[in-house]
């Protein structure tokens, strides 16, 4: 099955709008980032659910907790742990994954942006956000 990958060309454009400044097209800091930046600890905004991503080369492992009661948020003590179902796949600044394991869709799209004053973010097709807790970069192994 295809699926979406985050061009170059919108990262450069999104730096340009946070920046409210013409850049350079061609300069490296303005394209987009790696896969590995995947490859981490997160919170579900809005749930304040953990999440766990292992990256096995450009596919990867998620879990995480769920809340105990559906439409709930997650308080550490009651939580459910889960795993996305199947492997989820990374290419630069994107990420599908299967969540249908807990009520979500089996293929969901998300984009890395590193426009929060956080340090990260995953910003999924369904309107939720993940804050990285930690996560990979670029130049680590």
Same mark, same amino acid.
């Given at each position: ?15 340009? *709008? ?19 930046? *995947?490859?981490?600890? !997160? ?5 304040? @659910? ?23 948020? @997650? ?6 742990? *889960? ?5 989820? *796949?990374?290419?630069? /600044?994107?990420?599908?994954?299967? !969540?249908? @394991? ?8 998300? !984009? ?23 996560? /990979? ?5």
């Amino acid at each position: 099955k295809q699926w979406r990958r985050r061009k170059d060309s919108s990262c450069w454009l999104e730096a340009v *709008f946070r920046g409210n400044a013409l850049l350079d097209p061609t300069d490296s800091r303005y394209t987009c980032t790696c896969h590995k930046v *995947f490859e981490g600890e !997160f919170i579900e905004e809005g749930s304040n @659910c953990e999440r766990k991503i292992v990256l096995d080369g450009t596919s990867a492992t998620i879990t995480g907790k769920r809340p105990a009661i559906l439409g709930q948020k @997650c308080n550490g003590k009651y939580d459910k742990p *889960f795993r996305a179902k199947g492997r989820a *796949f990374v290419s630069g /600044g994107s990420i599908v994954a299967n !969540f249908s @394991c807990v009520h979500g869709p089996e293929r969901l799209g998300g !984009f890395w942006s590193e426009a929060s004053v956080t340090g990260g973010q995953i910003h999924w097709g369904d309107g939720s956000t993940w804050r990285a807790v930690k996560h /990979g970069t670029c130049d680590s192994s």
